[in-house]
């Protein structure tokens, strides 16, 4: 090939490409998910239930049904991009069978997909709750919705719609998404998840209120990320503490808990200490030390090889006791994460 022709085939490239890439960049950037600082879902001041003084919550990833122990993924230094279809309905049938069977009094999920295609536009949430969570009773936060994910370049992610779930047995008088700060620069801001978390209120018999938090907060980052998301979740629930209320935290934290000495790191993936001195005497954090909650996704589950943490706790308020808390051993067949089940004693 000559230089000349060489040289006409890049500029009728570049004309091409150019302007293609443009558009594309510009309908990202007007379609981008924008969410308030705060965003009301749900609010019936007269929600008629009152929470008993025992409760039940299970907390589990579930890895949008397409992190089963067969699988890698590519973010977290594996291949894969989405499994086989297959391969998502076996695991949310796995999912669904397992909630159904330890329902409890509240069900605290992260990585839920509504519509994308990684999990072949299931709607899981959907799945998942069947009829026995009726719209007062489950509620849905986005922390990914893009029109169009280009990574990875020649088996790009698409559309994805994921987001975090609280599914309950009562009513609440108040549900709203809490926007946590981010720091990613643009066009990569455009591209990822908006963390958040959902905050329930429950009314108790005691005449409190029981504020129950979801939370899915920051894996890919230095550790400035999640140090600030921390900070805002922390300055939350000190301040619904100081006003009377029973403060529940649970969910995927991707990092460890106080105490917790497996520094177990990947060049993708850091699980960093939560502080001590975060909060202050009397606020507990649960987790099982018998078991871990989450395998990192660089390589397909191996037992006893592949590396493992825990991620998936709880945090509760001086005025509520824990009476119990245990990872469920599913060796991590359906998801990268185990769920874990806790029961709190309202104080």
């Known amino acids: ?42 609010s019936n001041p007269q929600a008629p239930q009152r929470l008993p003084d025992s409760l039940s919550v299970t907390s589990w990833n579930i890895g949008y049904c397409g992190l089963g122990k067969s699988s890698d993924f590519f973010y977290d230094g594996g291949k894969m ?23 409890g009094d509240f069900l605290l999920l992260q990585e839920v997909d509504v519509g994308s295609k990684r999990s072949y536009g299931i709607d899981e949430l959907r799945s998942i ?28 992610l698409g559309r994805v719609q994921a987001g975090v779930a609280t599914l309950g047995a009562y009513e609440p008088s108040h549900v709203a998404r809490h926007a946590y700060p981010s720091s990613t620069p643009y066009p990569q801001h455009i591209f990822l ?24 907060n920051s894996a890919f ?11 805002m979740l922390r300055s939350f629930a000190l301040q619904e503490y ?39 005497e009397g606020w507990q954090w649960a987790y099982d030390k018998t078991a871990e909650t989450m395998r990192f996704a660089n390589q397909p589950y191996v037992e006893g090889q ?21 990872v469920h051993r599913l060796g991590f067949e359906q ?9 709190f004693a309202l104080k």
């Open 1 to 42: 090939m000559s230089k000349k022709l060489l040289s006409h085939l890049i500029t009728a490239a570049t004309v091409l490409i150019l302007p293609a890439g443009l558009l594309f960049f510009a309908i990202a950037t007007f379609t981008a998910y924008s969410p308030a600082p705060q965003e009301v879902l749900y």
């Open 81 to 103: 991009v989405r499994p086989a279809e297959r391969e998502v309905l076996e695991s949310l049938q796995g999912v669904s069978r397992f909630l159904q069977a330890h329902t």
């Open 129 to 156: 709750a069947g009829e026995r969570y009726d719209e007062s009773r489950r509620f849905f936060a986005y922390n990914y919705k893009a029109w169009f994910v280009p990574a990875p370049f020649f088996h790009p």
């Open 193 to 216: 998840l908006k963390r958040c978390f959902l905050a329930c209120r429950y009314a108790t018999k005691s005449g409190k209120e029981l504020v129950l938090i979801n939370t899915h």
């Open 221 to 231: 980052d230095n550790g400035r990320q999640r140090a600030d998301e921390m900070e």
């Open 242 to 280: 100081e006003r009377g209320s029973y403060v529940v935290v649970g969910g995927d934290w991707n990092q460890t808990p106080p105490g917790y000495e497996n520094r177990a790191a990947t060049p993708q993936y850091t699980p960093y200490a939560i502080g001590s001195d975060l909060f202050p």
């Open 306 to 326: 592949s590396l493992t943490s825990v991620v998936d706790f709880f945090l509760v308020s001086p005025n509520v006791s824990v009476v119990s808390v245990a």
């Open 335 to 343: 998801s990268d994460h185990n769920p874990v089940t806790a029961t």
